[in-house]
């Protein structure tokens, strides 16, 4: 059964540091890999799809990486600000099925 | 290109009532979601539509829980009777086919959510 994880569950810095966010996953075999952003009360705003044969992706100040076979993904945000205050959730689609298997969150605040 | 709606937003009720929700999913997408997010934890996985019919419903608890997907559109969650542990966000999500594994890029869009609260 896939099973992913986020560390740290919650990370407060002040504003400008460059952070990493980081996700593991159980099984390799998987199809792609997502970061999502949840502001509170609200839904899932997709920021970076990285399929299985990439090793990763930018968009902006935010890049994330995969690392399939140890099981791994970073997304690295440069020179935070507080609009980047979210909770960040990363996802993995297995090969063979549909849905995708979310890790818990992480809780970030950037503090003016 | 409007996105996931969903409704109502908020919904209070007592145990043992009964709670309906409703999701539009992108036009075009043939693909539906319906997730649970308990506070604290990441999306779960209710059920899949591909049109109007199944894909996926193995972590809906089917003696309180149903849903439909009528027309392969529009999709109607439904809690009855609902539990304390029922309180939670309900996120509806909507992708292009997500049969057709060659697609070069899968994507889910998310609505914004019902937020339930068991009482």
């Known amino acids: 059964k896939q099973e992913v994880t986020q560390i740290p569950a919650a990370l407060s810095v002040p504003e400008g540091e460059n952070l990493v966010l980081n996700c593991s996953f159980t099984?390799?075999?998987?199809?792609?890999l997502q970061w999502f952003r949840q502001d509170p009360g609200k839904g899932l705003t997709s920021l970076l799809l990285?399929?299985?044969?990439?090793r990763e992706q930018t968009s902006g100040r935010l890049n994330a990486s995969l690392d399939k076979s140890s099981g791994r993904s970073t997304l690295y945000i440069a020179a935070s600000q507080p609009g980047d205050s979210a909770t960040y959730l990363c996802?993995?689609?297995?090969?063979?099925?549909?849905?995708?298997?979310f890790g818990q969150g992480t809780r970030l605040t950037i503090n003016p | 290109e409007a996105g996931v709606a969903q409704s109502p937003r908020y919904k209070i009720i007592e145990k043992r009532q009964s709670v309906a929700f409703w999701c539009n999913p992108i036009?075009?997408?043939?693909?539906l979601y319906w997730y649970q997010q308990i506070l604290g934890q990441g999306p779960k996985l209710l059920i899949q539509?591909?049109?109007?019919?199944?894909?996926?419903d193995s972590q809906l608890p089917k003696d309180r829980f149903s849903a439909e997907r009528l027309k392969g559109v529009d999709s109607t969650l439904k809690i009855q009777p609902a539990k304390l542990e029922d309180s939670a966000v309900y996120l509806c999500?909507?992708?292009?086919?997500?049969?057709?594994?060659?697609?070069?890029?899968?994507?889910?869009?998310f609505g914004p959510g019902t937020r339930l609260t068991v009482t």
């Open positions: 999500a909507s992708s292009l086919n997500a049969m057709e594994v060659f697609v070069s890029r899968y994507e889910q869009y």
């Open positions: 036009s075009g997408h043939a693909t």
């Open positions: 099984d390799s075999a998987i199809y792609n």
């Open positions: 539509f591909q049109n109007n019919g199944v894909v996926d």
């Open positions: 996802a993995v689609r297995e090969q063979g099925a549909q849905k995708l298997v």
């Open positions: 990285i399929q299985s044969s990439q």
